[in-house]
Protein backbone atom coordinates (compact mmCIF):
# COMPACT_ATOMS: atom_id res chain seq x y z
CA UNK A 1 0.00 0.00 0.00
CA UNK A 2 1.23 3.54 -0.86
CA UNK A 3 0.16 6.66 1.41
CA UNK A 4 1.15 10.44 -0.07
CA UNK A 5 0.98 12.99 1.76
CA UNK A 6 1.77 16.96 0.32
CA UNK A 7 3.65 19.31 1.76
CA UNK A 8 5.07 22.81 0.27
CA UNK A 9 7.80 21.88 -2.30
CA UNK A 10 8.03 17.34 -1.54
CA UNK A 11 5.23 14.60 -0.99
CA UNK A 12 5.94 11.80 1.44
CA UNK A 13 5.21 8.92 0.61
CA UNK A 14 4.84 5.98 2.89
CA UNK A 15 5.33 2.46 1.73
CA UNK A 16 3.82 -0.57 3.49
CA UNK A 17 3.21 -4.14 3.49
CA UNK A 18 1.27 -6.91 5.83
CA UNK A 19 3.22 -8.28 8.17
CA UNK A 20 2.60 -11.59 6.20
CA UNK A 21 4.37 -10.86 3.68
CA UNK A 22 7.71 -10.58 5.04
CA UNK A 23 9.62 -13.26 7.25
CA UNK A 24 12.43 -11.63 8.30
CA UNK A 25 13.34 -8.04 6.17
CA UNK A 26 11.93 -5.89 3.68
CA UNK A 27 13.58 -2.64 1.82
CA UNK A 28 12.10 -0.17 -1.03
CA UNK A 29 14.19 -0.12 -3.80
CA UNK A 30 13.15 2.10 -6.93
CA UNK A 31 14.44 4.84 -9.37
CA UNK A 32 14.78 7.61 -6.09
CA UNK A 33 17.60 5.39 -4.76
CA UNK A 34 18.77 3.83 -7.67
CA UNK A 35 17.61 1.00 -7.14
CA UNK A 36 19.24 0.16 -4.19
CA UNK A 37 17.06 -1.80 -1.50
CA UNK A 38 19.48 -0.78 1.44
CA UNK A 39 19.38 2.75 1.02
CA UNK A 40 15.68 2.07 2.13
CA UNK A 41 14.85 -0.77 4.86
CA UNK A 42 11.38 -0.94 6.40
CA UNK A 43 10.73 -1.52 9.80
CA UNK A 44 8.35 -3.92 11.29
CA UNK A 45 5.29 -2.01 13.25
CA UNK A 46 4.09 -4.54 15.62
CA UNK A 47 1.48 -2.89 16.83
CA UNK A 48 -0.20 -2.72 13.16
CA UNK A 49 1.11 -5.93 11.92
CA UNK A 50 2.99 -4.13 9.27
CA UNK A 51 6.33 -3.29 7.45
CA UNK A 52 6.67 0.45 6.64
CA UNK A 53 9.59 2.75 5.09
CA UNK A 54 9.15 6.46 4.00
CA UNK A 55 10.75 8.55 1.93
CA UNK A 56 10.32 12.86 0.94
CA UNK A 57 9.73 12.36 -3.22
CA UNK A 58 9.58 15.66 -5.72
CA UNK A 59 6.20 16.61 -6.17
CA UNK A 60 4.81 16.01 -9.98
CA UNK A 61 7.01 13.53 -10.67
CA UNK A 62 6.78 9.42 -11.60
CA UNK A 63 8.92 6.64 -9.86
CA UNK A 64 8.99 3.36 -10.53
CA UNK A 65 9.92 1.30 -7.36
CA UNK A 66 9.47 -2.58 -6.42
CA UNK A 67 9.81 -4.38 -2.71
CA UNK A 68 12.72 -6.78 -2.08
CA UNK A 69 11.71 -9.05 -0.02
CA UNK A 70 14.07 -11.39 2.52
CA UNK A 71 17.09 -10.46 0.22
CA UNK A 72 15.75 -12.60 -2.56
CA UNK A 73 12.44 -11.66 -3.88
CA UNK A 74 11.16 -8.67 -5.68
CA UNK A 75 7.65 -8.03 -5.31
CA UNK A 76 5.42 -5.18 -6.49
CA UNK A 77 2.74 -3.39 -4.86
CA UNK A 78 -0.84 -4.48 -5.79
CA UNK A 79 -1.92 -1.07 -5.05
CA UNK A 80 0.56 0.29 -7.23
CA UNK A 81 -0.60 3.93 -9.00
CA UNK A 82 0.50 2.04 -12.20
CA UNK A 83 2.71 -0.60 -13.41
CA UNK A 84 5.77 -0.05 -15.93
CA UNK A 85 7.80 -2.35 -17.94
CA UNK A 86 11.55 -3.14 -16.98
CA UNK A 87 14.50 -4.36 -19.04
CA UNK A 88 13.92 -7.84 -17.13
CA UNK A 89 10.80 -8.76 -18.87
CA UNK A 90 8.63 -7.94 -15.85
CA UNK A 91 6.94 -4.78 -14.36
CA UNK A 92 7.47 -2.59 -11.67
CA UNK A 93 5.30 -0.79 -9.44
CA UNK A 94 4.56 3.06 -10.13
CA UNK A 95 3.91 5.95 -7.95
CA UNK A 96 2.68 9.31 -8.92
CA UNK A 97 3.67 12.37 -6.82
Not at 76 to 83: Q, R
Request: hydrophobic share 35%.
Amino acid sequence: MIKKRAYKNVVRVTFELPGDAVNEQACVAGSFNDWTPSDLPMEYVKTRDVWKAAVSLEPDSTYEFKYRIDGDAWLNDPEADDYASNPYVEKNSVVHT
